[in-house]
């Protein structure tokens, strides 16, 4: 059978959203990351429990899913986890979001992994912060039934658009008196509304910019610090570990971010995957992936004091 599928990679953007939202997200072609296979690859999963849920988010009911391993002594600490695809794409199965969330459940760190509206069409900012934000007040509401720690141990993660989600759910806490996260999980995140050029005037015409513009909604919005967290000051936010990846073309923003954290005195630790490119914790077969989870887990179990 002919794979019509199209590769979203080549299409002109306005031409990828409107597939999108025709037809919904295609089913990952490989043929080895669903979780049994997962399990069979890395047998130190396989007591892993997971449980479905949903979340009252402003955009209606949206999907989380919940990773607990009771074998595994605990390190105190609980992640609240959110996926990337470009504001556009993305789901609880891929890799990104269903690997990542077993691993460090395995390692004793409950994951609630969860959804958020995508924008295609006439969705954008602040719909996705909203539904990310609605999920970190389900996770620390519910924390004691969920993780088994309490809401001051809970820490807020996310990969690219993910982590452009939570950074800037941080950034709206901490201006509302909110409480924060213990913690803040960046890996390969877009901060910037050019990513690859966070000092500088977004380029039109920047494949970077072309998806903050979609996700953004209008050049004015490519300007809130709420929308893109490096725009913002960064006083007051949590512990931070920032991962870049050697041969990412997002690297500097994510190195610029924790750069002003450090000068601001705030904790950070920035982290350089060698070798590695944007969006590699959604391949379990890349060895550094696993390198970038152990630092994760790492860091995340050092929280607890």
């Known amino acids: 059978m002919t794979d019509t599928r199209p590769d979203f990679r080549s299409l ?10 025709e037809n919904g997200e295609p089913a990952d072609p490989r043929p080895d990351i669903d979780t049994a296979s997962l399990r069979r690859r ?47 794409g993305g789901h609880l199965d891929m890799p990104e979001s269903n690997w990542v969330a077993l691993e460090l459940a395995a390692r004793g760190i409950p994951v609630l992994a969860v ?8 969705v954008h900012f602040p719909a996705p912060s909203d539904d990310v934000a609605a999920a970190w007040r389900f996770a620390r509401a519910g924390s004691a039934e969920l993780f088994g720690v309490g809401p001051g141990d809970l820490l ?27 913690g803040l999980v960046l890996v390969y995140p877009a901060l910037h509304p050019d990513g690859a050029h966070p000092g500088g005037a977004p380029a039109p015409d ?22 893109f967290p490096g725009l913002g000051s960064v006083g007051g ?17 994510g190195e610029v971010f924790a750069q002003r954290l450090a000068t601001a005195g705030r904790d950070v630790v920035l982290h350089l995957e060698p070798g590695a490119g944007h969006g590699h914790i959604d391949e379990p077969a890349d060895p550094a992936a696993l390198r970038t ?12 004091i």
């Open 237 to 253: 936010f949590p512990p931070t570990l920032v991962v870049v990846c050697e041969r990412d073309g997002l690297r500097p923003s």
């Open 156 to 182: 807020l993660g996310g990969a690219s658009a993910g982590g452009t989600l939570t950074a800037g759910v941080v950034a709206r806490l901490r201006d509302a008196g909110e409480r924060l996260p213990a």
């Open 293 to 304: 989870l152990q630092a994760i887990a790492d860091w995340a179990g050092a929280r607890r």
């Open 115 to 122: 959804d958020y509206v995508k924008c295609l069409g006439d």
């Open 42 to 88: 890395f047998p130190r999963l396989a007591h892993v429990r997971t449980r479905d849920l949903v979340v009252d988010a402003p955009s209606g009911r949206r999907p989380a899913r919940l990773y607990h391993d009771d074998t595994v002594p605990p390190t105190g600490t609980a992640l609240v986890w959110v996926h990337g695809g470009a504001f556009i």
């Open 12 to 21: 002109p953007l306005p031409e990828a959203i409107a597939w999108l939202r």
């Open 206 to 227: 920047a494949p970077f910019t072309r998806l903050s513009l979609n996700f953004a909604g209008s050049e004015r919005a490519l300007h809130d610090p709420y929308a």
